[in-house]
Nanobody, 118 residues
Protein backbone atom coordinates (compact mmCIF):
# COMPACT_ATOMS: atom_id res chain seq x y z
CA UNK A 1 0.00 0.00 0.00
CA UNK A 2 1.18 3.52 -0.76
CA UNK A 3 2.67 5.29 2.24
CA UNK A 4 1.80 8.90 3.06
CA UNK A 5 4.00 11.28 5.01
CA UNK A 6 2.66 14.65 6.09
CA UNK A 7 4.91 17.54 7.10
CA UNK A 8 4.98 21.29 7.52
CA UNK A 9 2.95 21.70 10.67
CA UNK A 10 3.98 23.74 13.64
CA UNK A 11 3.04 26.45 16.10
CA UNK A 12 1.81 29.70 14.63
CA UNK A 13 0.00 32.76 15.93
CA UNK A 14 -3.53 33.53 14.85
CA UNK A 15 -3.51 35.22 11.48
CA UNK A 16 -0.39 33.41 10.39
CA UNK A 17 0.19 30.93 7.58
CA UNK A 18 1.54 27.45 7.11
CA UNK A 19 2.08 25.24 4.09
CA UNK A 20 1.59 21.53 4.60
CA UNK A 21 3.02 18.85 2.35
CA UNK A 22 2.01 15.25 1.88
CA UNK A 23 4.44 13.00 0.07
CA UNK A 24 3.24 9.68 -1.29
CA UNK A 25 5.49 6.70 -1.99
CA UNK A 26 3.70 6.11 -5.29
CA UNK A 27 1.47 7.85 -7.88
CA UNK A 28 -1.66 7.72 -5.76
CA UNK A 29 -2.82 11.26 -6.33
CA UNK A 30 -3.06 11.05 -10.08
CA UNK A 31 -6.58 10.37 -11.40
CA UNK A 32 -8.10 10.14 -7.89
CA UNK A 33 -9.95 12.48 -5.63
CA UNK A 34 -7.47 13.81 -3.09
CA UNK A 35 -8.15 15.43 0.24
CA UNK A 36 -6.75 16.95 3.38
CA UNK A 37 -8.37 16.14 6.69
CA UNK A 38 -7.93 17.27 10.26
CA UNK A 39 -8.71 15.78 13.61
CA UNK A 40 -8.89 17.82 16.76
CA UNK A 41 -8.69 16.15 20.19
CA UNK A 42 -11.91 14.36 20.99
CA UNK A 43 -13.40 15.02 17.59
CA UNK A 44 -13.84 13.06 14.38
CA UNK A 45 -11.59 13.43 11.37
CA UNK A 46 -13.13 15.89 8.92
CA UNK A 47 -12.22 17.00 5.43
CA UNK A 48 -10.87 20.54 5.06
CA UNK A 49 -10.04 20.56 1.36
CA UNK A 50 -10.54 18.28 -1.61
CA UNK A 51 -9.78 18.09 -5.32
CA UNK A 52 -12.09 15.85 -7.30
CA UNK A 53 -11.02 13.85 -10.31
CA UNK A 54 -12.19 16.67 -12.54
CA UNK A 55 -9.70 19.00 -10.92
CA UNK A 56 -12.22 21.14 -9.08
CA UNK A 57 -11.28 22.09 -5.52
CA UNK A 58 -13.88 21.99 -2.78
CA UNK A 59 -13.77 23.45 0.69
CA UNK A 60 -16.15 23.46 3.64
CA UNK A 61 -17.34 26.81 4.91
CA UNK A 62 -14.83 26.64 7.75
CA UNK A 63 -11.82 26.81 5.41
CA UNK A 64 -13.09 28.34 2.17
CA UNK A 65 -11.18 31.49 1.29
CA UNK A 66 -8.33 30.68 3.67
CA UNK A 67 -7.05 27.26 2.60
CA UNK A 68 -5.82 26.23 -0.86
CA UNK A 69 -5.21 22.65 -1.91
CA UNK A 70 -2.89 21.78 -4.77
CA UNK A 71 -1.16 18.72 -6.13
CA UNK A 72 2.09 18.04 -7.96
CA UNK A 73 1.64 14.67 -9.60
CA UNK A 74 5.21 14.65 -10.89
CA UNK A 75 6.41 14.75 -7.28
CA UNK A 76 3.57 12.62 -5.84
CA UNK A 77 3.01 15.46 -3.39
CA UNK A 78 -0.13 17.15 -2.13
CA UNK A 79 -0.04 20.60 -0.58
CA UNK A 80 -2.26 22.66 1.67
CA UNK A 81 -1.62 26.38 1.94
CA UNK A 82 -3.29 27.71 5.05
CA UNK A 83 -3.68 31.44 5.58
CA UNK A 84 -5.42 33.56 8.20
CA UNK A 85 -5.15 30.71 10.66
CA UNK A 86 -7.45 30.63 13.66
CA UNK A 87 -7.19 28.80 17.00
CA UNK A 88 -10.04 26.60 15.76
CA UNK A 89 -7.72 25.26 13.05
CA UNK A 90 -5.63 23.54 15.70
CA UNK A 91 -5.58 19.83 14.89
CA UNK A 92 -3.54 17.02 13.40
CA UNK A 93 -3.72 17.21 9.63
CA UNK A 94 -3.78 14.17 7.33
CA UNK A 95 -3.97 13.56 3.61
CA UNK A 96 -5.13 10.77 1.37
CA UNK A 97 -6.49 9.87 -2.03
CA UNK A 98 -9.97 8.44 -2.15
CA UNK A 99 -11.67 5.68 -4.07
CA UNK A 100 -15.04 6.21 -5.73
CA UNK A 101 -16.54 4.93 -2.48
CA UNK A 102 -14.67 7.44 -0.34
CA UNK A 103 -12.25 4.91 1.04
CA UNK A 104 -8.68 6.00 1.62
CA UNK A 105 -6.39 4.49 -0.97
CA UNK A 106 -3.15 5.13 0.88
CA UNK A 107 -1.96 4.04 4.27
CA UNK A 108 -2.87 6.83 6.66
CA UNK A 109 0.23 8.64 7.90
CA UNK A 110 1.01 10.02 11.32
CA UNK A 111 -0.26 13.43 10.35
CA UNK A 112 1.29 16.77 11.10
CA UNK A 113 0.31 18.86 14.12
CA UNK A 114 -0.89 22.41 13.56
CA UNK A 115 -1.28 24.57 16.63
CA UNK A 116 -2.62 28.10 16.34
CA UNK A 117 -2.24 30.34 19.36
CA UNK A 118 -4.50 33.29 20.09
Amino acid sequence: QVQLVESGGGLVQAGGSLRLSCEASGPIFSANTVAWYRQAPGKQRVAVAMITTGGTPHYPDSTRGRFTISVDNAKNTLYLQMNSLKPGDTAVYYCNALSDYGVGLGSWGQGTQVTVSS
